[in-house]
């Protein structure tokens, strides 16, 4: 271990090595595989925001605070409409916080310093020395994969004794129930989270995968369905269907491609069900998530052609 003598002190770390400019090109980089090791804020702003003046730079003292334990990505919307939309970013100022590669927290619009404080205090928290969190969050995940989703309840379960407010714990568990195909448990879990994490990221991603469980329960026969829209393809419900369908059997890309034929043929069918669908369906997925993506990209090309 390095010692220090004469009195000199460890330099101390450069504002620029935790606050950065983040782009389209390296936003994958800067901010999602970042967000992996250590929390990343992310403000998205304009320059001509007057609010964003004052936010921006009470983010910024207080992450500078807490010296590298959380991270902040400034993201001009201006330049970088596409992450924007991709993000459903309706209004700004608007923050992300991504933990683990995925959006875990948030809000919209200047909120009181104080405010502030708490919610870079909490990320910091939540990406430093927890007694081993971040260890026992990504073996759940691990048990879900491995296809053991009731120890991976129950992992998530024993966070959530210990963060009753951890929201990619919430998540967790709702997917590990899902995957267990215990639907009404999961919905029991889901109307017993907290109101302040009720509307986080990890949260609504598992509420949504609910709801595409749900539909894929009922699904009708996939060959039928096709059938049905090839004999005519100016048929909503039945490319609605045929898609709910294709989703249940995992066949993720082709549903988003019938919905967004559907969209486009008519897109105030049913009160707008088919986009309702499509952004249920990119909720459920990851953000950084191929599909996801494109399927963002060519809603919104569809929504203002």
């Known amino acids: 271990m390095a010692m220090l003598f004469d009195g000199a002190a460890a330099p101390a770390p450069q504002t620029a090595d935790f606050i950065f400019d983040a782009t389209e090109a390296n936003f994958m980089a800067e901010v999602v595989e970042k967000s992996m090791q250590v929390p990343v804020i992310v403000d998205f702003w304009a320059p001509w925001c007057g609010p964003c003046k004052t936010l921006g730079p009470q983010l910024e003292a207080e992450v500078a605070r807490h010296k590298g334990r959380v991270l902040m990505a400034k993201v001009n919307v201006d330049e970088n409409q596409m992450i924007a939309a991709q993000l459903r970013v309706q209004s700004i100022p608007t923050v992300y916080a991504f933990f683990q590669g995925q959006p ?16 870079v205090d909490k990320l910091a928290a939540m990406g430093g020395d927890d007694g081993g969190l971040a260890d026992a969050l990504e073996a ?5 994969t491995e296809g ?3 120890d991976a309840a129950e992992t998530f379960a024993a966070i ?7 929201a990619i714990a919430w998540g967790g568990l709702v997917r590990a129930l899902l995957a267990a195909k215990e639907l009404d448990r999961a919905q029991a879990e889901l109307d017993r989270v907290p109101a302040a994490v009720a509307s986080a990221a990890p949260v ?7 709801q ?13 369905l096709r059938q ?5 393809p100016a048929d909503p419900q039945a490319r609605f269907d045929y898609a709910t369908a294709l989703h249940a059997g995992g066949q993720v890309e082709e549903a988003v491609d019938q919905l967004l034929e559907s969209f ?23 953000p950084t998530d191929p599909v996801a993506l494109k399927g963002r990209r060519r809603l919104s090309s569809l929504i203002f052609s």
């Open 264 to 286: 486009r043929r008519d897109r105030e069918w049913n009160d707008g069900a088919a986009k309702a669908q499509l952004i249920t369906i990119f909720d459920a997925m990851k």
């Open 104 to 119: 875990v927290d948030g809000f919209q619009g200047a909120v009181p310093q104080s405010q502030i404080k708490q919610f």
């Open 228 to 232: 049905k829209v090839e004999g005519d």
């Open 204 to 210: 609504e991603a598992a509420r949504a995968q609910l």
């Open 140 to 144: 759940a995940e691990a048990m879900i």
């Open 160 to 166: 959530l004794e210990e963060e009753p407010e951890n």
């Open 212 to 224: 595409l469980a749900r539909q894929a329960a009922s699904a009708g026969p996939l060959d039928e």
């Open 148 to 150: 053991a989703p009731e």
